[in-house]
T-cell receptor, first 120, second 114 residues
């Protein structure tokens, strides 16, 4: 299995729908991330979970709701989205040494292939 | 205002020649820089990094150069191969060990022509 798996690969939803994006990592990492990639914009960090605790929430609207039931799984629940939320949503994982008592070096991010979301 | 700028959206290079991808930054507190590569329909993958205590880091065909006074870094690929065709993202951090603080550029799409 690949390191970080995201499903679905593509999603089309109406503004009144509720859907969820799923991410699973098989790398034994302790941190998981949701990123948003919109056209003409840099990668935007949305949420970070470290040791299953949400440690970062970058002013993301409440219509996006993350869930991290364990260190291997991450969900992004979507509700009443807007057309401007259409984007590529990327999940990533890494080993967060600052949380595991390490010295704190930049551990590289491992990304999934993303979910291309279209909101109609 | 973008703190990490990749001013060339695209670059086309002949196979076997050198590819040079550029990245400029504005925050003098940045002290760790990374390059990621992204193929279509895949997520970004880590390529190479450099700390501000160095001015060069090499890994096979890939070399990153850092010019702190100019707040500029570049990624050199020699020789370029068709499989290098991808989007290359530059990222910077002022907080080593903290992936939450990475600032990303918009990316440069590299096409290596056979």
């Amino acid at each position: 299995e690949t390191g970080v798996t995201q499903t679905p690969r593509h999603l089309v939803m109406g503004m009144t729908n509720k859907k969820s994006l799923k991410c699973e990592q098989h790398l034994g990492h302790n941190a998981m991330y949701w990123y948003k990639q919109s056209a003409k914009k840099p990668l935007e960090l949305m949420f970070v979970y470290s040791l299953e605790e949400r440690v970062e929430n970058n002013s993301v609207p409440s219509r996006f709701s993350p869930e991290c039931p364990n260190s291997s799984h991450l969900f992004l629940h979507l509700h009443t989205l807007q057309p401007e939320d259409s984007a590529l949503y990327l999940c990533a994982s890494s080993q967060d040494l600052t949380r595991s008592g390490g010295a704190g070096t930049n551990e590289k991010l491992f990304f999934g292939s993303g979910t291309q979301l279209s909101v109609l | 205002d973008q703190q990490v700028k990749q001013n060339s959206p695209s670059l086309s290079v002949q196979e076997g020649r050198i590819s040079i991808l550029n990245c400029d930054y504005t925050n003098s507190m940045f002290d760790y820089f990374l390059w990621y590569k992204k193929y279509p329909a895949e997520g970004p993958t880590f390529l190479i990094s450099i700390s501000s205590i160095k001015d060069k880091n090499e890994d096979g065909r890939f070399t990153v150069f850092l010019n702190k006074s100019a707040k500029h870094l570049s990624l050199h690929i020699v020789p370029s191969q068709p499989g290098d065709s991808a989007v290359y993202f530059c990222a910077a951090s002022a907080h080593p060990g903290n992936n939450r603080k990475l600032i990303w550029g918009l990316g440069t799409s590299l096409a290596v022509n056979p």
